[in-house]
């Protein structure tokens, strides 16, 4: 069963990057057709996928978030990894990572999720 958490900062400044990571056990993030990815839920609002990366590394991004945002992998650490950069405070959300398996449409298994607050 594969497991998922997410860590970083609850609280970011408008302006800067928000980095968080999404550390994964129970299963390796190169394992064959897995995808990776990471969804946001603003306050009110629905779930919005942000980023993704396939087992061997392509990345997929949000058409409206694509030009502020990077998603990469530890491979050593099996951690994949989302960098938001010049945030603002449409950027708070909670984050969360979660993995689609071979075979299974959606995303199956996801992680508890982690607050992020983008204030001065």
């Known amino acids: 069963q594969v497991q998922l958490q997410e860590s970083g900062p609850g609280l970011v400044k408008p302006s800067q990057t928000l980095s968080l990571t999404c550390t994964v056990s129970?299963?390796?993030?190169?394992?064959?057709?897995?995808?990776w990815g990471w969804i946001r839920q603003p306050p009110g609002k629905g779930l919005e996928f942000v980023a993704s990366?396939?087992?061997?590394?392509?990345?997929y991004y949000s058409p409206s978030l694509r030009s502020r945002t990077s998603i990469s992998r530890d491979t050593s650490k099996n951690q994949f990894i989302l960098q938001l950069s010049s945030v603002t405070p449409e950027d708070t959300a909670v984050y969360y990572c979660?993995?689609?398996?071979?075979?299974?449409?959606?995303?199956?298994?996801w992680g508890q999720g982690t607050q992020v607050t983008v204030s001065s």
């Open positions: 990366l396939s087992y061997s590394g392509t990345t």
């Open positions: 129970g299963g390796s993030i190169t394992t064959a057709d897995y995808y």
């Open positions: 979660a993995t689609q398996a071979p075979l299974i449409a959606g995303w199956g298994s």
